[in-house]
């Protein structure tokens, strides 16, 4: 049995198509856990609205979306366990797609998504999938397809994944959680379908300005300290001063100056100058150095970053 997990927090607008979607879908044999996390709008009413057996309701007092996942890991009674955020859409063989690929020595699968506003495009499915080891996916969280490798929601898990890893009550916990669970892992399958439409409503923005935001960085540190394969921390290095720069267009974009001066200073801690980077990506990082505002406006002129 499969256990969906969704975390509702004042969602109302939205939490009728999510639920919709699920109920809906091809594969029957899942149970639906609604994890209301204290909404203070009509949420926890329309999931009582449903009366269908697969589905229950769990209220809880506001302690954030990590938690919601947490007591919804906790409760569930499947052999595999996925999550869905309340506002967001799923293909309705989302569950029969991703179950078929399960074997012995895999750990979870992971599907492509795509963004939507008002409603998502029709989707052209294909066979195409991939094997992956823990190594191997590793990788890919620094790779093009970084994203959809980070995120939790477009994937089916084993749920013993979980036994000894928790959700943490922390801005970005996607991050700071998805390396525990591919350490976990022993093999992952991706397939190419974009059975997963992701919102993008518009306070979705807000999310990249708030202060918290900068404590994204710990998690590169964090991941430095477990993983230790060399090609990996070059990766990771990589990644960390990108995220540096990014935070810094973003600050500056909002006029975040407070902020806008600490992730500069923050790049000047953690730049190694002695590090043997290709010329374009030694250019980029000097110029950032000497022309912090000027980079900055370039890169959004050229809108380099998405959804910011």
Known sequence: MISVIVPVYNSSKYLRDCIDSILNQCYENFEL??????????????????????????????????????????????????????????????????????????????????????????????????????????????????????????????????????????????????HKIILNSNKIITIENKLYHYRIRKNSRQRYITKDRINIIDVFDERAKIIKDEHFQLLNYRAKLDEIIYLYCVFTKYKKVNESKKIYKLFIKNYNYNYKFNFKRKLKYRLFINYPNMFARISLIKKQYKYI
């Open 33 to 178: 856990l609604l994890i209301d996390d204290g909404s203070s709008d009509n949420s926890l009413d329309i999931c009582k609205e449903y009366k269908d057996k697969r589905i229950k309701v769990i209220k809880l007092h506001h302690k954030g979306v990590a938690n919601a996942r947490n007591v919804g890991v906790r409760n569930s009674k499947g052999e595999f366990i996925c999550f869905i955020d309340s506002d967001d859409i799923i293909e309705k063989n989302y569950l029969s797609q991703m179950i078929q690929y399960f074997s012995e020595d895999i750990s979870y699968v992971e599907c492509d998504f795509d963004y939507f506003i008002q409603s998502p495009k029709k989707i052209k499915l294909n066979n195409e999938s991939n094997i992956y080891d823990k190594k191997d996916i590793l990788y890919r969280l620094y790779s093009n397809n970084g994203l959809r490798t980070s995120i939790i929601v477009n994937k089916l898990y084993r749920k013993s994944i979980f036994k000894n890893i928790i959700f943490e009550n922390k801005c970005n916990e996607d991050e700071y959680i998805i």
